[in-house]
C-alpha cells in the first residue's frame, strides 16, 4: 500500500460569463464567502469579495498518493472546482492552484530558551 500524504490545495481563479442571475446569487452570498469563510475542506470552501466581482479562490484538502506528489493534488483540486462551479451555473477561467504538503511541511517551534 502506498503512502498517503495531506494536501492543503488553494485554487484561483476569475470569473468569467456570468449569467444575470449567477451574478445576483454571488452578490447576494458574498457575506458568506468573505474572509471568515476560509477553510480547507474536502468539498472546498469559495470566497471572493463582491466588489469588484473578478476573482475568487476555493480552498481544498486533498489526500493523495505521495508518489503522485504536489502536481497531483493541484490537479484534483483543480478538478474538483471546475466541477462544483460548473454545478452551480457559474462560469470561470484561468484556474491555478498552490499546493502545501502537510506531511513534508517543517514547523518552526520557539525554543524553550527563547520563549
Same mark, same amino acid.
Given at each position: ?5 495531506? &494536501?492543503? +490545495? ?11 442571475? $449567477?451574478r445576483a446569487?454571488?452578490? *447576494? #452570498? ?29 480552498? &481544498?484538502? +486533498? ?11 493541484? $490537479?484534483?483540486?483543480?478538478?474538483? *472546482? #471546475? ?33
Amino acid at each position: 500500500m502506498s503512502e498517503q500524504h495531506t &494536501y492543503r +490545495v488553494i485554487v484561483r481563479g476569475t470569473w468569467e460569463g456570468l449569467a444575470e442571475e $449567477a451574478r445576483a446569487r454571488l452578490l *447576494a #452570498e458574498a457575506a458568506d464567502h468573505g474572509m471568515a469563510s476560509m477553510r480547507f475542506t474536502e468539498e472546498g470552501s469559495l470566497s471572493y469579495e463582491a466588489s469588484p466581482l473578478k476573482h475568487f479562490s476555493m480552498r &481544498y484538502v +486533498v489526500v493523495s498518493d505521495a508518489a503522485d506528489g504536489e502536481e497531483m493534488a493541484g $490537479a484534483l483540486a483543480e478538478d474538483r *472546482a #471546475e466541477t462544483a462551479l460548473r454545478a452551480l451555473g457559474y462560469g470561470f477561467r484561468d484556474l491555478r492552484s498552490t499546493v502545501t504538503d502537510l506531511d513534508t511541511m517543517k514547523i518552526n517551534r520557539k525554543s524553550r530558551s527563547r520563549q
